[in-house]
RNA sequence: GUCCCCGUCGUCUAGAGGCCCAGGACGCUGGCCUUUCAAGCCGGUAACACGGGUUCGAAUCCCGUCGGGGACACCA
């Protein structure tokens, strides 16, 4: 492979961005990048019935999101337009013409009705169903009826095989294939046909796909060879599993859309991180940058065997971006959820910041730390009764009135000076910094777990937290 | 059912014949730190599916068994 890899991402719009689509994309767009190659995005819109614009755009948006950016495709254009097969279809039939003309491929007449009758009994049989050639050697073209068209196999004995780049050799009999169809009634294409078609004209040097498309390699295979066309290189990614180890779905498994763990207040980085993981390692490495991916992904290092997603990693893996990531941008990413939650604060507000630093060593995802913010931004708040039994008693209460008096003459609200107020008290009452900093945290959180005391002071702002010690001291 | 692929701790994986009585990460768990909760640090738990070969030597190669998954459309 002298000249530089060309790869795709062939999604059909029927549906939101799929996990699996997100990682298949991901690859692809690394090894383009890597290798300097051009990574092309095409539209595979032939189903009809079940492609719409708005899982065109569920789709686009979910790659932006990842900020995985194709060189050719939809918005972008580029040298072998159109994107969209169903923009194409006037060579998908020049080419089954030119198939049928050379006489290796036929049109077939037999009616869905037909067919679905001898699949069935078929599979009362228990036999796979072959569809059996009864148009092969057809030579009558009816008037007006309608026909697809079947590619013809080969009738001797014999087998294909490619070299997949991560399952090496695979081979397939002859025996094993039947004459698929390529082009519907209608004249739209089927998957296994503009798809060959179209990575060839796009100049595809590597097809990177799902392994559950490994069987359909074989008759794409035999097209190439219809066709005397050099096939692409392939590589068949393992699959992701959901809990159950069946192949995540978006039927059966929520965590296969991409959005919704944007919804969860998961980070891009993260779940891409999470991802490329599921399939493929490099060492012992864990936390991987994009940088890093670009710089070491290659096929030859893809796994052969499925994964299993696991919810507890990519958490642990969000909080490790959460932690790392400029404080600043996470801020602006945490906006929106606390917006969600009723408390909109304007873009670059201080607090969001301020939020960011106090609870992402606590909080595993946005969510968690929006919610986390929420008690802080509110009037008022609700004391936790046991927590309050516990620790606002008539003794600590004493301790409490101190701090409050204290704090309130404070010619700054700092984290400092805050601590020093209830190191101060409790040095003075001779207990430990837990005697003080307890009743403090629930009277003023409500509950027993916050941020380190003069934080969680600070993070409530002077007035609010003097007006909760206040009403906690009322109480007693 | 047929065909295809796969099989290392619960999960993701390192391992390309001796460096492995198998390493890392998540989880779980003991401890330290400590004003709570986290975070962090130190330690523990737990796997080469099974049976035959090949070899001086196998997690690594071969065969079989079992197990899991995927594909069998005028869907992609």
């Not at 900020?67 to 939809?74: A, K, R, S, V």
């Not at 700054?412 to 805050?418: K, N, P, Q, R, T």
Request: a neutral charge; charged letters at 25%.
């Amino acid at each position: 492979m002298a000249s530089a890899p060309r790869v795709r991402f062939a999604p059909s719009p029927t549906g939101y961005l799929h996990i699996g689509g997100a990682r298949t994309a991901l690859f692809n767009y690394l090894y383009a990048r890597r290798f300097g190659g051009t990574f092309v995005l095409r539209i595979e819109d032939t189903d009809l019935e079940r492609s719409t614009p708005e899982s065109l755009k569920a789709i686009l948006d979910g790659l932006k999101w990842l900020d995985i950016d194709w060189d050719e495709g939809p918005d972008k254009g580029g040298p072998y337009p159109p994107y969209f097969q169903t923009q194409r279809l006037d060579t998908y039939r020049q080419h089954a013409e030119q198939l049928i003309a050379a006489g290796k491929a036929y049109r077939c007449y037999c009616t869905q009705e037909e067919i679905r009758e001898r699949r069935a009994l078929a599979e009362k049989e228990n036999r796979a169903y072959k569809y059996e050639g009864t148009c092969r050697e057809r030579t009558d073209a009816p008037e007006g009826r309608p026909y697809v068209v079947r590619l013809k196999m080969p009738s001797q004995e014999g087998s294909v095989s490619f070299d997949d780049l991560v399952l090496g050799k695979i081979t397939k009999e002859y025996s094993d294939l039947d004459d698929w169809v390529m082009l519907r009634g209608d004249g739209i294409p089927l998957y296994n046909f503009g798809c060959v078609i179209d990575d060839h004209l796009m100049d595809i040097t590597l097809v990177a796909r799902g392994q559950e498309h490994v069987n359909s390699t074989f008759p794409q295979l035999m097209l190439y060879q219809a066709l005397g066309w050099q096939p692409p290189q392939f590589a068949h990614l393992p699959l992701i599993l959901g809990p159950d180890r069946e192949k995540l779905s978006k039927r059966k498994h929520k965590e296969a859309d991409v959005m919704l763990h944007k919804a969860n207040g998961i980070l891009p980085e993260a779940l891409l991180n999470f991802v490329i993981r599921l399939g493929w390692s490099h060492g012992n490495d864990e936390i991987i940058s994009r940088q890093q991916m670009i710089e070491w992904f290659d096929f030859k290092d893809v796994g052969t065997t499925s994964g299993v997603w696991n919810p507890d990693k990519l958490l642990w893996l969000n909080q490790q971006y959460l932690k790392t990531l400029p404080s600043s941008d996470i801020a602006g990413r945490l906006a929106p959820f606390l917006a969600e939650k009723g408390h909109p604060l304007p873009a670059g507000d201080r607090r969001l910041e301020a939020f960011v630093l106090a609870f992402r060593e606590r909080a595993r995802t946005l969510e968690e730390m929006a919610a986390m913010a929420v008690p802080y931004l509110k009037q008022g708040v609700t004391l936790d009764e046991k927590a309050a039994a516990k620790h606002l008693t008539a003794d600590s209460l004493k301790l409490v009135q101190q701090v409050r008096d204290e704090v309130a003459t404070l010619p700054e609200w700092s984290v400092a000076g805050l601590d020093a107020v209830i190191k101060a008290v409790s040095e003075r009452a001779g207990v430990g910094m837990g005697k003080v900093a307890q009743p403090i945290r629930v009277a003023v959180t409500g509950n027993t777990v916050s941020p380190g005391i003069g934080e969680t002071l600070l993070l409530m702002g002077k007035e609010e937290a003097l007006r909760r010690l206040d009403a906690a001291l009322a109480r007693g």
